[in-house]
């Protein structure tokens, strides 16, 4: 019976019960810092309303003016160098947390984008231009130089790793 | 018969977006719930000063972290000073911003759980070979 339960919940609602659960979890033991966290969500939500826009936007547009045969060209199987530029590029200018970019990078997914300019685009967004003055203040330029060079390199190595890693696992 | 289209692609990407809204609240939840329960001050008391096991608890508890990036700098700069080797808080530091355990089911979930887990693992390693290489570059410069 709870598994036939279980089995109709998607993983999404899953998820989102689970973290419920550790809330609660939190209740039992400490109320102040349960109350903190709330707060911290709501705080957390509001900070993410213009990126939860912008994405909303940019899928909406793709689903306009990018039809799959378009993401192919541009970040698919036969895009090369452009793909790899696109991914850089957007990875390192796109903005808020990490997660409110997985649904269009999903959705680019399912038109055709390559596992590997999706793992260059999330890599990237650890290059984080704003606050670059920020980590120079902290750790000097030249340390920020270097360690910038580094993520943009590693990043298409890291790229081309988890494609050939996927590529290997579905073989065997 | 444009308005059409656009309402119709409107309706659609609001009803996929819909879909992923569960999947954004648990991760901000999450990332709420681990900022909380894990003190700013359990990421200093980490480090022993051991060249080698060092970098890796770095990048372990960087990976495990969630937040602004912002914050892995000010603690990272706080690490510095206390005398924490360049290479434990550069792998920190990456590890925060290229891996994500806390967003891990989320990644799993809509991008694929193979891909997922084979990019955090990869992210991982590559931190630790970042900071090792980029610790190296600076005593030539």
Redesign the interface.
């Known amino acids: 019976m709870i598994n036939k339960i279980l089995d109709k919940i998607s993983p999404r609602w899953f998820f989102l019960a689970a973290v419920l659960v550790l809330y609660l979890f939190l209740l039992f033991v400490n109320f102040s810092l349960t109350k903190e966290a709330i707060i911290g969500s709501v705080q957390l939500f509001k900070q993410i309303i213009p990126v939860f826009l912008l994405v909303f936007t940019f899928m909406f547009l793709s689903k306009i003016f990018f039809k799959p045969d378009k993401i192919s060209r541009l970040v698919g199987e036969k895009a090369g160098l452009k793909g790899w530029l696109i991914s850089i590029i957007g990875g390192v200018l796109s903005s808020g947390p990490i997660y409110m970019w997985y649904p269009l990078l999903a959705d680019f997914k399912e038109k055709g984008m390559r596992d590997s300019f999706v793992a260059v685009f999330l890599y990237n967004r650890a290059v984080k231009i704003p606050l670059i003055p920020m980590m120079i203040f902290y750790f000097g330029l030249p340390f920020v130089l270097v360690l910038t060079f580094y993520m943009i390199l590693f990043s298409i190595i890291n790229g081309i790793l988890v494609e050939k890693f996927i590529d290997f696992k579905f073989k065997n | 018969m444009t308005f059409l289209?656009?309402k119709r692609?409107?309706i659609?990407?609001f009803k996929?977006?819909k879909?992923?809204l569960?999947?954004?609240?648990?991760?901000?939840?999450?990332?709420?719930?681990s900022?909380?329960?894990i003190p700013k001050n359990f990421y200093t008391s980490i480090f022993s000063g051991n060249k080698f096991t060092d970098p890796l608890f770095g990048a372990i508890f960087g990976s495990v972290a969630s937040g602004s990036?912002?914050t892995s700098?000010?603690i990272?700069?706080e690490l510095?000073s206390q005398g924490v080797s360049?290479v434990a808080v550069?792998a920190f530091i990456?590890a925060w911003?290229?891996v994500?355990l806390i967003?891990l089911?989320?990644?799993s979930?809509?991008?694929?759980k193979?891909?997922a887990i084979?990019?955090n693992i990869?992210?991982f390693v590559?931190a630790l070979?970042?900071a090792l290489?980029?610790m190296i570059?600076?005593m030539f410069?």
Do not use: C, K
């Open positions: 289209i656009l692609e409107f659609d990407t996929g977006f879909q992923v569960p999947i954004i609240f648990g991760v901000v939840m999450l990332v709420s719930w900022i909380v329960v990036p912002i700098y000010i990272g700069g510095l360049l550069t990456l911003v290229s994500g967003q089911p989320a990644e979930i809509l991008l694929g193979r891909f084979t990019r990869i992210s590559s070979i970042i290489l980029t570059t600076l410069l």
